[in-house]
Antibody, heavy 118, light 106 residues
């Protein structure tokens, strides 16, 4: 069973960069069959796929977020990360990291709340 | 983007009764459809993938059906622990989620 744990600041100022890390145990971010995924959830927009990474370096992002999002991994620490630039209040959400296999989200982290506010 | 629409938004059901939840895709997603359950303060949990295949440890009272654009999740006899929000998610073209159906106690 893969376990995932998100970490990062809970408060980010508008126009700055949101950075989160997901620590993976029981699995490997370099395993090609898995897609290491970021998802966010808000009361207004519900669940929103942000993007995923596989084979440690191949990434796919939701088209509407692609210009502001980067997902990367560190195989030495078995972590993967999310960066969202130029944040606004609309980026306020619960952020989840997850292990996805062939598009199916098999395990989720517990989530971390990020608020964008000055 | 494939838009997923769930109905109803809220379903009031008595314990022991059957619940039927619907999910519609804006274009065909074949059988690349998953269902998740989310309880307050928790992350979603996978129930069903491939439209009808239960995940490990999911009770048989949960069943899924459909293909193309129309899908259904049925809970045959609601237990107290089943009152939650349910989401469908397509993975035929990237990933996208429905808005959820809240199953509440009648």
């Amino acid at each position: 069973q893969v376990h995932l744990q998100e970490s990062g600041p809970g408060l980010v100022r508008p126009s700055e960069t949101l950075s989160l890390t997901c620590t993976v145990s029981g699995g490997s971010v370099s395993r090609g069959s898995d897609q290491w995924t970021w998802i966010r959830q808000t009361p207004g927009k519900g669940l929103e796929w942000i993007g995923y990474l596989y084979y440690s370096e191949t990434t796919h992002y939701k088209p509407s977020l692609k210009s502001r999002v980067t997902i990367s991994s560190d195989t030495s620490t078995n972590e993967f990360s999310l960066m969202v630039t130029s944040v606004t209040a609309a980026d306020t959400a619960m952020y989840y990291c997850a292990r996805t296999a062939f598009g199916v989200i098999r395990e989720w982290g517990q989530g971390t709340m990020v608020t964008v506010s000055s | 983007e494939v838009v997923m629409t769930q109905s109803p938004a809220t379903l009031s059901v008595s314990p022991g009764e059957r619940a039927t939840l619907s999910c519609r895709a804006s274009q065909s997603v074949s059988r690349n459809l998953a269902w998740y359950q989310q309880k307050p303060g928790q992350a979603p949990r996978l129930l069903i993938s491939g439209a009808s295949t239960r995940a490990t440890g999911i009770p048989a009272r949960f069943s899924g059906s459909g293909s193309g654009t129309e899908f259904t999740l049925t809970i045959s006899s609601l237990q107290s622990e089943d009152f939650a929000v349910y989401y469908c998610q397509q993975y035929n073209y990237w990933l996208s989620f429905g808005g959820g159906t809240k199953v509440e106690i009648k």
